[in-house]
């Protein structure tokens, strides 16, 4: 496991690369897929940018947004990778959505924590290891260690 360095992008979002395919690895693709806290699905994308992927359709779903709104979608079976690791999950496919989302069940199958620092510019998916583990990283509040990157001397 490693270390995953994101960016912000143009709408000031926090993205990171990843790569994205269906059944066969020869048709994948690199994304900049924003990170959306509030998204509790693996990943979401346009319909229009699974098709070459070779994604397995799937089923569909509905939508519950945070304004109490709904939609009916389709979903995919498929491969998301980066540095080495894998993993597959289901891939919401939208017909109005204009960007890869990564949601916090993608977190937690690629076993990542997230730190974003506005201020330094910087976006971090580091590995999630178990809560108390030893460091001299600095803790917030909640006794969670921080990246030495976000330690503040």
């Known amino acids: 496991?490693?270390?995953?360095?994101?960016?912000?992008?143009?709408?000031d979002y926090p993205v990171v690369k990843i790569n994205i395919y269906g059944i066969f690895q020869g048709l994948q693709q690199?994304?900049?897929?924003?990170i959306d806290t509030g998204f509790t699905g693996f990943l979401s994308m346009p319909?229009?940018?699974?098709f070459p992927l070779g994604l397995t359709l799937s089923?569909?779903?509905?939508?519950?947004f945070a304004d109490g709104?709904?939609?009916a979608t389709f979903t995919a079976w498929g491969h998301v990778s980066r540095d080495n690791e894998d993993h597959t999950g289901v891939i919401v496919l939208q017909e109005s959505a204009g960007e890869v989302l990564i949601g916090m069940e993608f977190l937690r199958r690629f076993g990542k924590a997230l730190y974003v620092s506005q201020k330094k510019r910087s976006v971090l998916l580091v590995d999630d290891g178990p809560p108390g583990r030893p460091d001299t990283a600095s803790r917030d509040?909640?006794?969670?260690?921080?990246?030495?990157?976000?330690?503040?001397?």
Do not use: K
């Open 1 to 11: 496991m490693s270390t995953w360095i994101g960016t912000f992008n143009q709408s």
């Open 30 to 34: 690199e994304f900049d897929a924003r």
């Open 47 to 50: 319909l229009t940018l699974a």
């Open 59 to 64: 089923g569909t779903t509905t939508l519950v």
């Open 69 to 71: 709104s709904s939609q």
């Open 141 to 153: 509040a909640a006794g969670v260690a921080a990246p030495e990157h976000f330690s503040q001397a």
